[in-house]
């Protein structure tokens, strides 16, 4: 039901961040242990979001072969792993430091809380969003501790860069369930402004995305290899939104997991290479 590559998302921009912190590579443990947060963070998330959108599961076509709506994995499994991926987190955070521990419920009632959102919002995107973007804000926790507000604003850029384009892609993600939402309670941007006007949206938030990406590029003080991992980010972006089209969604899955899984992963080869092979002022 939860996979390891369900990581791919959220997992390279907290190690970007890492990278960033200490403008190079921080003890070992300290990356296994960020590692190991968030791999139980998202694998507590997605487990609560299944369990909580189980019957909205068996009702959809498209997600009643899911694993819950389809018998092949008990509520009682679920919880089990839902305890783990939390306890997981919250161990993890205790190893890193008291700050990173502090902030872990908190961390954790974001995660769990947006399964919830789209019962009575479209804009639960931007949920999901805040939830994949704290990933950079929490790595830049457990790497610095106490001194977390030092160049606070480096993180908060990428963080809510890491928002922007986690809401564009899940906006793509949902017109897959154009039809199926229109006739139930359930709330999306899609259902709210139609596939076309909501694909223009998701779009345009992939623009403030490279934005971002870019105010990053300054503040941070980032060189050539970043700039180029930059571009090739809006070389994917372009490429997903080519890949969806209002009257053909067949590509939807492509563009999302695919495409954005490469968005992550060039970025964070990107900034690695920019920082330890031309280096900079911590």
Same mark, same amino acid.
């Given at each position: 039901?939860?996979?390891f590559?369900?990581s791919?998302?959220?997992?390279?921009?907290? !190690?970007?961040?890492?990278?960033?912190?200490?403008?190079?590579?921080?003890?070992?443990?300290? #990356?296994?242990?960020?590692?190991?947060?968030?791999?139980?963070?998202?694998?507590?998330?997605?487990?609560?979001n299944?369990?909580?959108?189980?019957?909205?599961?068996?009702?959809?076509p498209?997600?009643?072969?899911?694993?819950?709506?389809?018998?092949?994995?008990?509520?009682?499994?679920?919880? #089990?792993?839902?305890?783990?991926?939390?306890?997981?987190?919250?161990?993890?955070?205790?190893?890193?430091?008291?700050?990173? !521990?502090?902030?872990?419920?908190?961390?954790?009632?974001?995660? !769990?809380?947006?399964?919830?959102?789209?019962r009575?919002?479209?804009?639960?995107?931007?949920?999901?969003?805040?939830?994949?973007?704290?990933?950079?804000?929490?790595?830049?926790?457990?790497?610095?501790?106490?001194?977390?507000?030092?160049q606070?604003?480096?993180?908060?850029?990428?963080?809510?860069?890491?928002?922007?384009?986690?809401?564009?892609?899940?906006?793509?993600?949902?017109?897959?369930?154009?039809?199926?939402?229109?006739?139930?309670?359930?709330?999306?941007?899609?259902?709210?402004?139609?596939?076309?006007?909501?694909?223009?949206?998701?779009?345009?938030?992939?623009?403030?995305?490279?934005?971002?990406?870019?105010?990053?590029?300054?503040?941070?003080?980032?060189?050539?290899?970043?700039?180029?991992?930059?571009?090739?980010?809006?070389?994917? !972006?372009?490429?997903?939104?080519?890949l969806?089209?209002?009257?053909?969604?067949?590509k939807?899955?492509?563009?999302?997991?695919?495409?954005?899984?490469?968005?992550?992963?060039?970025?964070?080869?990107?900034t690695?290479?920019?920082?330890?092979?031309?280096?900079?002022?911590?």
């Open positions: 039901m939860i996979r590559s369900h791919i998302f959220a997992l390279p921009f907290g !190690l970007m961040t890492v990278v960033l912190s200490k403008r190079g590579l921080p003890p070992y443990d300290v #990356i296994l242990w960020v590692i190991v947060a968030m791999v139980g963070a998202r694998t507590a998330a997605m487990a609560f299944r369990f909580a959108d189980r019957r909205i599961d068996a009702a959809n498209r997600t009643r072969t899911r694993e819950i709506p389809s018998g092949k994995v008990s509520l009682v499994e679920v919880w #089990i792993l839902i305890t783990a991926g939390c306890a997981m987190f919250v161990s993890a955070c205790a190893f890193l430091n008291p700050v990173a !521990l502090a902030f872990s419920p908190l961390v954790l009632f974001v995660l !769990l809380g947006y399964s919830f959102t789209k009575f919002t479209a804009a639960c995107h931007f949920f999901l969003g805040l939830a994949l973007g704290l990933s950079p804000m929490g790595a830049w926790v457990a790497v610095r501790g106490t001194d977390y507000l030092s606070w604003w480096i993180p908060s850029i990428l963080g809510l860069a890491v928002l922007v384009w986690t809401a564009g892609f899940d906006i793509i993600y949902a017109c897959q369930d154009y039809e199926h939402d229109s006739k139930s309670k359930l709330r999306s941007l899609p259902k709210k402004l139609g596939l076309r006007r909501a694909l223009q949206l998701s779009a345009l938030l992939h623009c403030i995305t490279l934005g971002l990406l870019l105010v990053l590029y300054f503040v941070a003080d980032l060189s050539g290899f970043y700039l180029v991992g930059v571009a090739l980010t809006g070389g994917l !972006l372009l490429f997903e939104h080519r969806v089209k209002p009257h053909d969604l067949s939807v899955n492509a563009a999302f997991f695919t495409m954005n899984g490469l968005v992550s992963l060039v970025l964070l080869l990107a690695v290479l920019d920082v330890l092979v031309i280096g900079g002022p911590e």
